[in-house]
């Protein structure tokens, strides 16, 4: 195959590293500092032994790990030795592990150590020949093995549609698709971002998000390698601590549920936040109200934008015209956003519909999917998000709701039929419904509705627990309701928008 263009994502962001290779590139609230001669120099050594393992070009490396510059730099040697990137998070049991395991057909896994026992029995079933732990101190059988690696790495060229990263999110189904994610569709969306957000090398970013998800490992980290910038590098979001790292910083980037929680710190002021140029909100809808409480707080305006997963950022309210509370703005440069009926024809101008957007940034397609791959683009090249939306008179969009009943709790995707499927195999259970609500921490809630077979006794303590162990956290149901009966149409469709209506009327009695 020709390769046409070298497009390899990792030379797009080396282009932009400082000339100063001692600069600083990131810095823990615990003290160590990375710079970005240490990035070059640990991306290459990890580089060289992957290669070294005979993996090749388009293999896949799974990689189920804590948060640290360990995995940033795993991350950046994936890209450099041309492999396929594969995060998954680190709450996922071994159960659901193991579908992703089987359906992507890694190469190698990386994964933290306290995963040992439960995973190795699973990669060698599924044939896994490469298996590495890596914790988040750096510790780890990686990093023994790779100690003695040269690090001086020649980068793999790489063709635009050439895969850099395959993430998983589910769908109506249940079952988990893989994002086929390119070169081309995360550089594009990066060098955009970078521009709309104003990002320069005199940044500081501070990154308290996860980066086994889009928004955490290619938004906000795709910034701060395109501009050649700093990062204030935590572990997670802890609101004291990021409220005592907001004054190093000029950016942060985080999901509702940040700042409703800083909102409930009596230290968030505008003198905590006087060298921030600008604070971003994505992953979940922002509720006007925090937006205005946090803007009459410290004086600054919430920047909220959309994307997926499949998209990466296709909106973002401006960064020095008007940001429009309960709006997440126009289409960034280079994107088309229109909204369509059922027929597929736009609407007028402040109609509802659904919301298709076509653009370089748009993923490849579902990973050994291309029936639903084909299901989901329109003959002239357009993604059919799934979602709701109206843009007004100047082109901001405003999300009406989820064709897909996606829920999105602090951040986090979270598909009800992928919940339902768990619920209805556990003992006494008949069937099940699982519906979000609004919530002012996370932004939404998972909820259950549950219906029980004859006879059986209704053990909440004990329902919790059996999905505890087959579910990540943040998918369990945090409250359940026991009914006789699901409200149906005359299709037999479960009606969720009653039982979202009667959890919104039990919320208020």
């Known amino acids: 195959m020709s390769l046409g263009v070298e497009a390899n994502l990792y030379r797009a962001y080396a282009e932009r590293f400082p000339a100063d290779p001692a600069a600083e590139f990131l810095v823990t609230p615990a003290g160590q500092r990375i710079t970005y001669g240490?990035?070059?120099?640990e991306s290459a050594r990890l580089a060289t032994f992957l290669s070294g393992l005979g993996l090749q070009p388009g293999e896949r490396i799974t990689v189920q790990c804590e948060k640290s510059p360990n995995v940033i730099f795993l991350y950046l040697a994936c890209l450099r030795a041309g492999l396929v990137f594969h995060p998954l998070n680190p709450g996922y049991t071994a159960s659901e592990v193991d579908y992703f395991i089987g359906d992507a057909s890694p190469a190698a896994c990386v994964f933290d150590p306290r995963f040992e026992a439960n995973l190795t029995p699973l990669l060698k079933r599924h044939g896994v020949e490469h298996a590495y732990t890596l914790a988040a101190d750096g510790t780890?059988?990686?990093?023994v093995a790779s100690a003695a690696s040269d690090s001086t790495f020649a980068t793999v060229p790489r063709a635009p549609d050439d895969l850099a990263a395959l993430l998983y999110s589910s769908g109506t189904t249940g079952k988990p698709k893989g994002i086929m994610l390119t070169q081309q569709n995360l550089a594009t969306n990066a060098r955009a971002l970078t521009s709309a957000w104003g990002f320069t090398s005199a940044d500081c970013l501070l990154h308290v998000l996860p980066i086994f998800h889009v928004?955490?490992?290619?938004?906000?980290?795709?910034c701060a390698l395109m501009s050649g910038s700093r990062m204030l590098f935590a572990a997670r979001f802890e609101a004291e601590e990021t409220l005592a790292l907001l004054p190093k910083a000029t950016?942060?980037?985080?999901?509702?549920?940040?700042?409703?929680?800083?909102?409930?710190?009596?230290?968030?002021s505008g003198e905590a936040c006087r060298g921030i140029r600008?604070?971003?909100?994505?992953?979940?809808?922002?509720?006007?109200?925090?937006w205005h409480a946090?803007?009459?707080?410290?004086?600054?305006?919430?920047?909220?934008?959309?994307?997926?997963?499949?998209?990466?950022?296709i909106t973002t309210n401006p960064l020095h015209d008007a940001r429009k509370p309960g709006k997440v703005g126009p289409a960034l440069p280079g994107v088309e956003v229109r909204i369509v009926d059922l027929d597929g024809a736009e609407v007028s101008r402040g109609s509802i519909g659904h919301v298709e957007v076509r653009s370089a940034s748009v993923f490849r397609g579902y990973w050994r999917l291309p029936e639903k791959t084909a299901q989901d683009f329109t003959g002239d090249g357009f993604f059919r998000t799934g979602d709701d939306g109206v843009l007004d008179d100047e082109n901001?969009?405003?999300l009406i709701g989820r064709a897909k009943d996606l829920i999105i709790t602090g951040g986090l995707n979270v598909y009800p039929s992928e919940v339902e499927q768990?619920?209805?195999?556990?003992?006494?259970?008949?069937?099940?419904?699982?519906?979000?609500?609004?919530?002012?921490?996370?932004g939404e809630q998972v909820a259950a509705v549950v219906v029980l077979r004859a006879g059986a006794d209704w053990d909440e303590v004990a329902l919790r627990a059996a999905m505890r162990e087959k579910l990540a956290a943040f998918k369990c149901p945090k409250q359940y309701r026991v009914v006789p009966e699901l409200p149906r149409n005359a299709m037999g469709k479960v009606q969720k928008a009653m039982l979202r209506a009667q959890e919104a009327q039990d919320a208020k009695a």
């Open 140 to 143: 780890g059988s990686l990093t």
């Open 294 to 313: 946090f803007e009459a707080r410290t004086g600054h305006a919430i920047l909220e934008r959309y994307g997926m997963t499949e998209t990466s950022v």
């Open 396 to 398: 901001y969009l405003s």
């Open 422 to 442: 768990v619920l209805d195999e556990c003992a006494g259970v008949l069937e099940s419904a699982v519906i979000g609500f609004p919530h002012a921490d996370f």
């Open 38 to 41: 240490d990035l070059e120099r």
């Open 215 to 222: 928004h955490g490992l290619f938004i906000a980290l795709g």
């Open 278 to 290: 600008l604070f971003t909100c994505g992953s979940a809808p922002l509720l006007a109200d925090t």
């Open 251 to 268: 950016v942060m980037m985080g999901v509702p549920t940040y700042y409703t929680r800083l909102l409930a710190s009596p230290g968030l």
